[in-house]
């Protein structure tokens, strides 16, 4: 268990990444807005178990292979690209089978938001490289078993990202509410949360690769 103050030093520097928002946030957004607060505060805990899978590979050291390996990497790194602009590409044609509004909807709708979610953020190699470039730094060696702390520091920032994520899904799904009031505006939400997904699929297949 992290000292008091290693805890302390560790929270402040989460809040300050959590900020500025990153790619999962702007995941999480776009699903707000396009489909409402629901689908948005199942996307969060779909990203949350994303997370989870990277920091227990962090715990065991798995993440090691994408810092080591070009081609793991970049495979990983395609994949999740490709996922984001197949979800954006589905948003502009109208598929809206998955879609979860305040009046309709259903468990079904939502388990397959969640499952994406979840996809989308394993499928980033840099959520892993964050990870374990991150949550090493409030490691104490001396104080006990390494990837119990990794796994723990890991969970505690994976809340936090919770509890803000949410507020983010929170206030774009009332922006989501009250643009689907107004019929004009919901050809746009398609439009914004396809482009949304595709430009990050882009960003993530244009970014720097690992040499």
């Known amino acids: 268990m992290p000292e008091t103050s290693t805890l302390l030093a560790f929270s402040v520097a989460a809040l300050v990444l959590f900020v500025v928002p990153g790619p999962a946030v702007l995941y999480i957004v776009a699903r707000s807005v396009d489909q409402g607060r629901n689908a948005g505060l199942v996307s969060v805990l779909g990203v949350g178990l994303g997370s989870m899978v990277h920091v227990m590979a962090a715990a065991l050291g798995l993440s090691a292979v994408l810092v080591q390996s070009a081609t793991a990497f970049r495979t990983v790194k395609y994949l999740g690209a490709a996922y984001l602009v197949y979800l954006g590409i589905r948003r502009l044609l109208g598929r809206g089978d998955d879609i979860v509004r305040a009046n309709g909807g259903g468990n079904r ?47 505690l920032l994976v809340v936090m990202g919770i509890i803000t994520d949410g507020a983010y899904a929170m206030a774009a799904g009332s922006l989501g509410e009250w643009m689907k009031n107004r019929p004009r505006v919901v050809t746009a939400q398609r439009w914004f949360a396809g482009g949304v997904f595709i430009s990050l699929g882009l960003a993530t297949a244009l970014s720097g690769s690992k040499d």
């Open 109 to 155: 709708s939502l388990r397959r938001i969640f499952f994406q979610g979840v996809w989308v953020n394993i499928l980033n190699p840099k959520t892993a490289l964050f990870f374990f470039a991150f949550l090493p730094q409030f490691v104490n060696v001396e104080a006990g078993s390494v990837g119990l702390q990794i796994f723990f520091l890991g969970a």
